[in-house]
């Protein structure tokens, strides 16, 4: 069973910048590519960022291009995005996970972090 946890989420003022992290558990990590989610209030979680399982390949919804970035450690298991430019529509609670067929995602969900983008 694949776990996930992620951290780093918090409050920020507009054009500030943040990173969260997602540590998974177990030895598969390597193998998936990832990708980072969010949920906004009263909105369906969309899939934000992507990677491939080597880091070659990244991908960026047009809401977040250029202001954010996904990386990942396969030595520490551990997927990133570092987000800068913030925004108030960037609030959100945000969770990885390793994306399927279309988005769907292959694993249960974490607890996620929330970003609060405000002034």
């Known amino acids: 069973q694949v776990q996930l946890v992620e951290s780093g989420g918090g409050l920020v003022q507009p054009g500030g910048s943040l990173r969260v992290s997602c540590a998974v558990s177990g030895s598969i990590f390597s193998m998936y590519g990832m990708g980072w989610y969010r949920q906004a209030p009263g909105k369906a979680r969309e899939l934000v960022a992507s990677?491939?399982?080597?880091?070659?390949?990244?991908n960026y919804a047009d809401s977040v291009k250029g202001r954010f970035t996904i990386s990942r450690d396969n030595a520490k298991n551990t997927v990133y995005l570092q987000m800068n430019s913030l925004k108030p529509e960037d609030t959100a609670l945000y969770y990885c996970n390793a994306p399927g067929i279309g988005t769907t995602p292959l694993w249960s969900w974490g607890q996620g972090t929330q970003v609060t983008v405000s002034s």
């Open positions: 990677i491939t399982s080597g880091g070659g390949i990244r």
